[in-house]
């Protein structure tokens, strides 16, 4: 466990090994006194008197011992702190570096406060090891394996008493750490699970809201946080009496040393000094088994928490090169597309082909695989069967970036980060001009809401855009898209904030995004695809038909039905604009 760690510490590897030097020697000058101690009391057990000279020579080793040791634990401390920081720093790094090439799919499916734990908590945990447990915990144990060392050579016997509680202590220490690892999986899925439930919690509040659902969210925040309360208590139930037992018995080295000492020394097996030394040493190895110990109980969680860590790291990359697009136009084309997002297969062998220029539609009842598809264009992951080609090349033999630079990709709800309106637009294409990116503001129909907000296009967004209405949000996505000016763009179209005057401008916005590329749009309102140059009619992840508006009015059941439900939806809306229900 600690050379996985250690490997991450980089230069600081070094700096991790001086702090373990330094607070070796530390404890060392901490131990030391009760030699000195011994040294005072050893004349007088010999019936004789102590020089006044000598004694003040004892007692200024000992308070230079006291000083010392001080000192050298603070930079001791100080040492493997900073080692700590920078591995956690260059952890992190790698954490982000191995995330970023994992399937975003797969990334999103874990959830924000999973995530979070792990990028935060988690390694701060970490802390504990490298700045405490490794060289304070190791320094805490070599200290007491040198003075059993040295209790042999004083007097073998009493060493062996000295040393009789150990196995005892330990055995108790091992169970503890066998039943701590054993709870150890659920108590930390439970962690997991009310991280993602708060956020989720605090995210969903509008929406819990709105539907009076307080008392149902409550009850899932409540029962979370009631599991995690009793997987944590489970988890301290099975360790705590094996834990009691060692701090118990592992300090008191004297336990058996004390009585049966004194036995052997009244029968002259011993002698009365060496049994006084012998003491002195047990009551000095005390303290510092007692704090090295206090980290083994640590040892499971931190073990637990790297694991899951290598694992997160550890999962299957995305498959890419680092290719860049040599794709022979701006084509797409799926064939034979096989996925599953967990076991169940969602898309069965999917075949299309987009030629360049062309707008294709996506259509299909809800759960039939149009995001699916579209999630899989721009790699968010990769297809288990079949392939996805881009002017012929496998977006596989390509790096995510270059893919990227090919494809904008505008989903129904985007995010919007907590900077200015112009900056959110700029992501589109990092290098653009201010003349620029107003240009695209105004294209995608942001003008007049931008002209009345006080600090117009430099207002801030505020988190995640709250600070926009959702058909304003959609607009300022729209204008990244044109101004990131990619020659294919996958558009999840809107049924969101669809208020009849929102509606044109996002159309005239849209019309601007599309403007001469390869498109292939998620359509759920299928009156705005008719003049698509085709239409993929999908089925329970299947295709099943591919043809113009007519075409498959004319000859695919699939769309009739679809068409049918538009047709009488649209109607219902006229309706009501009206103010006559059906
Ligand atoms: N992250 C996910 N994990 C597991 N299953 C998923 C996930 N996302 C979608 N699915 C499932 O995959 C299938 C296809 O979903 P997809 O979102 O592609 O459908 P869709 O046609 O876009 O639906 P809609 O029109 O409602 O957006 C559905 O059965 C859905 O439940």
């Known amino acids: 466990m600690f050379q996985k760690v250690l490997e991450y510490a980089g230069e600081y590897r070094k700096t991790t090994y001086l702090s373990m030097v330094v607070m070796l020697i530390g404890i060392v000058m901490n131990v030391l006194p009760f030699l000195f101690i011994y040294q005072l009391i050893r004349p007088l057990l010999l019936g004789g008197s102590l020089e006044l000279g000598y004694a003040a020579w004892r007692v200024a080793a000992i308070a230079a011992c006291g000083i010392l040791y001080a000192v050298l634990y603070v930079k001791g401390l100080s040492l493997s702190h900073r080692a700590a920081y920078n591995t956690l720093k260059n952890l992190r790094i790698s954490l982000q570096g191995k995330l970023e090439r994992q399937p975003l799919g797969v990334i999103q499916e874990k959830g924000v406060g999973a995530l979070k734990k792990m990028f935060i908590d988690d390694i701060d945990s970490i802390e504990l090891l490298l700045a405490h447990a490794l060289p304070e915990g190791l320094a805490n144990l070599a200290v007491p394996a040198f003075v059993f060392l040295a209790m042999f050579f004083v007097d073998w016997k009493l060493a062996l008493l000295s040393l009789c509680a150990l196995p005892l202590g330990l055995v108790a220490m091992m169970a503890m750490y066998r039943a701590g690892t054993s709870k150890m999986g659920a108590y930390y899925a439970s962690a997991q699970k009310m991280n993602n439930t708060i956020v989720e919690y605090i995210n969903g509040m509008e929406v819990v809201k709105v539907f009076n659902r307080d008392g149902?969210?409550?009850?899932?925040?409540?029962?979370?946080?009631?599991?995690?309360?009793?997987?944590?208590?489970?988890?301290?139930?099975?360790?705590?009496?094996?834990?009691?037992?060692?701090?118990?018995?592992?300090?008191?080295?004297?336990?058996?040393?004390?009585?049966?000492?004194?036995?052997?020394?009244?029968?002259?097996?011993?002698?009365?000094?060496?049994?006084?030394?012998?003491?002195?040493?047990?009551?000095?190895?005390?303290?510092?088994?007692?704090?090295?110990?206090?980290?083994?109980?640590?040892?499971?969680?931190?073990?637990?928490?790297?694991?899951?860590?290598?694992?997160?790291?550890?999962?299957?990359?995305?498959?890419?090169?680092?290719?860049?697009?040599?794709?022979?136009?701006?084509?797409?084309?799926?064939?034979?597309?096989?996925?599953?997002?967990?076991?169940?297969?969602?898309?069965?062998?999917?075949?299309?082909?987009?030629?360049?220029?062309?707008?294709?539609?996506?259509?299909?009842?809800?759960?039939?695989?149009?995001?699916?598809?579209?999630?899989?264009?721009?790699?968010?992951?990769?297809?288990?069967?079949?392939?996805?080609?881009?002017?012929?090349?496998?977006?596989?033999?390509?790096?995510?970036?270059?893919?990227?630079?090919?494809?904008?990709?505008?989903?129904?709800?985007?995010?919007?980060?907590?900077?200015?309106?112009?900056?959110?637009?700029?992501?589109?294409?990092?290098?653009?001009?201010?003349?620029?990116?107003?240009?695209?503001?105004?294209?995608?129909?942001?003008?007049?809401?931008?002209a009345r907000l006080e600090h117009g296009i430099h207002t801030m967004a505020g988190d995640g855009g709250k600070m926009l209405s959702g058909g304003e949000r959609q607009r300022i996505s729209l204008a990244r898209a044109i101004l990131k000016n990619a020659p294919i763009v996958v558009l999840d179209e809107a049924t969101a904030f669809m208020d009849p005057e929102n509606e044109e401008k996002m159309n005239e916005a849209i019309a601007e995004v599309i403007r001469d590329k390869t498109v292939l749009v998620i359509a759920h309102r299928l009156h705005s695809i008719v003049n698509a140059d085709q239409i993929c009619v999908l089925e329970q992840g299947t295709v099943a038909d591919v043809g113009t508006h007519e075409e498959l009015l004319g000859r695919c059941p699939a769309y009739q039905k679809l068409w049918q439900a538009a047709e009488d939806s649209a109607q219902w809306g006229v309706n009501q604009r009206g103010g006559a229900v059906q």
């Open 216 to 450: 149902e969210s409550y009850q899932r925040f409540e029962q979370d946080v009631r599991g995690y309360r009793d997987f944590t208590l489970a988890w301290y139930k099975v360790c705590w009496p094996w834990m009691a037992l060692y701090n118990s018995i592992l300090p008191c080295v004297a336990l058996f040393t004390l009585p049966i000492g004194a036995y052997l020394v009244l029968r002259g097996y011993s002698t009365l000094p060496d049994f006084a030394l012998v003491l002195c040493m047990s009551f000095g190895v005390g303290a510092p088994l007692l704090r090295a110990l206090g980290f083994m109980s640590t040892l499971p969680q931190i073990s637990y928490k790297i694991t899951a860590l290598e694992q997160l790291m550890g999962a299957p990359a995305l498959e890419q090169t680092d290719a860049s697009f040599s794709g022979e136009d701006h084509s797409v084309s799926f064939e034979d597309v096989r996925f599953a997002y967990q076991e169940d297969e969602v898309l069965h062998g999917v075949s299309l082909t987009a030629p360049e220029g062309s707008l294709t539609a996506l259509v299909g009842e809800s759960g039939s695989g149009k995001s699916t598809l579209a999630k899989l264009l721009v790699h968010y992951y990769d297809v288990a069967g079949g392939s996805i080609r881009v002017g012929g090349q496998d977006i596989r033999e390509m790096s995510v970036e270059a893919l990227n630079d090919q494809i904008s990709y505008v989903a129904q709800e985007q995010f919007l980060f907590n900077m200015s309106l112009l900056e959110n637009i700029r992501l589109g294409r990092p290098e653009a001009t201010d003349q620029e990116v107003l240009a695209a503001a105004e294209k995608a129909q942001c003008g007049e809401f931008l």
